[in-house]
């Protein structure tokens, strides 16, 4: 049972109540975005029938084939690959990658070193299955001032580029997360170069939180986790793959067999549950939204670092605190994992995890594992100990562990 300290739950209501405006344009947005949805579950006539699926090799699955549709239609695509067999936005990364480079081709990342688990996937870190093990030439460039450094992507341009990969969220950096605008200026820049680039967009943690997609101002693929916003909390497992139809067709062929590719891949019973979680998925981003900006107002009241600050725009759903020491950072977590719903009497060690170099804290109180659109709160055990928040179904359930979270730090 979760005893709250009224001492904590007046402080946060008196935090709350400075946010009104803020609340206002996030419930706006989520209003704009069902209608989106909506506008999509019509124009392509969902009936009940579409939300059975097929086991076994998955032929003629039409309902699947009309969960990509959708998908498409909202995130401004050509096509859509909308899968259970992307287990992960790691995977959907690696298929896109692998689906659409070749031999001798370069990738070249503009926003850094890409997220730790594409490591492996890219030869970053030694792996006989990596990109540069087959032939894949791979460079990066740092961001400049939380911007793209165009004065190197310009010199990096003349050379023979195939694609070009860009992470929206910070992962476990410390950088800001890239706004539509930015990313928007620098689509632009570099289309006017050569237009031939593919320029592939990491799209993890920002879906519906700002009114575009990438792929509506000029980017040429996008993929994402559906354990994350898009899931809306509902969707089991899964990610997506979006963009231009050849490109498409080329990471199905990757993910299943050449020749077959989209045609093929049963959807057994999730159609239903993607359907469902997107459906919800406006409201839940909604929710996460206005449960991080809360935090980052509160934990900011209580004297802690935060980034993005309150006030400060979004492109995803994640709030970085900074604690003093690693006990905090533990605190934290542990309030976290004890204000969620399923085990939340569990407490949170760090501990080893495949794909990153240092112990990681975790706090997932969640129904589906690894779910990051419900409430949660991780991060790297090292200097200068930061968590990486994010989620929440609903924003009371997000209102709650937050209180709990504070509670437990200040005992």
Do not use: W
């Amino acid at each position: 049972m979760l005893n709250l300290n009224k001492k904590y739950v007046d402080f946060v209501n008196n935090e709350e109540k400075k946010l009104v405006e803020i609340f206002n344009k996030i419930d706006e947005l989520s209003f704009k975005n069902s209608k989106k949805v909506l506008d999509a579950f019509h124009k392509y006539n969902v009936t009940e029938s579409d939300l059975n699926g097929t086991t076994g090799y998955g032929y003629n699955d039409f309902g699947r084939d009309k969960v990509e549709a959708i998908f498409a239609s909202i995130l401004g695509a050509e096509d859509a690959l909308v899968r259970t067999q992307i287990i992960s936005g790691t995977h959907a990364i690696s298929i896109s990658l692998q689906g659409i480079l070749r031999p001798n081709d370069t990738l070249l990342s503009i926003s850094g070193i890409p997220y730790d688990t594409l490591h492996e996937v890219i030869g970053i870190k030694e792996n006989k299955s990596s990109l540069i093990n087959y032939g894949i030439k791979y460079k990066y460039i740092d961001l400049k001032d939380n911007d793209f450094d165009y004065e190197l992507l310009k010199k990096e341009l003349k050379n023979n580029i195939k694609v070009i990969h860009i992470q929206r969220s910070r992962g476990y950096s410390l950088r800001e997360s890239l706004s539509i605008n930015k990313i928007q200026k620098v689509i632009k820049f570099i289309k006017n170069v050569n237009k031939d680039i593919i320029i592939f967009i990491d799209n993890c943690y920002c879906e519906f939180v700002e009114e575009k997609s990438p792929l509506e101002i000029g980017a040429d693929l996008i993929a994402g986790s559906l354990i994350k916003n898009l899931g809306g909390g509902i969707a089991h497992n899964g990610g997506y793959i979006a963009g231009k139809k050849e490109l498409i067709e080329l990471c199905a062929e990757r993910l299943n067999v050449p020749g077959q590719g989209k045609e093929v891949g049963p959807s057994e019973n999730a159609n239903k549950l993607f359907l469902q979680g997107l459906y919800f998925a406006p409201s839940v981003v909604a929710s996460s939204l206005k449960t991080s900006i809360l935090t980052s107002k509160v934990l900011e009241s209580l004297n802690y670092k935060v980034s993005p600050k309150y006030n400060e725009e979004r492109a995803d759903i994640v709030e970085l605190i900074y604690f003093n020491n690693e006990n905090e950072m533990i605190k934290y977590a542990e309030g976290i994992q004890g204000g969620g719903a399923i085990n939340a009497n569990i407490t949170p060690i760090p501990s080893d995890m495949p794909g990153y170099d240092n112990k990681i804290i975790m706090a997932s109180a969640s129904f589906i594992q690894g779910s990051s659109i419900e409430i949660s709160a991780d991060g790297p055990l090292k200097k200068p100990y930061v968590i990486f928040q994010q989620g929440a179904l609903t924003y009371d359930y997000g209102k709650l562990a937050l209180i709990n979270a504070i509670s437990k730090l200040n005992e």
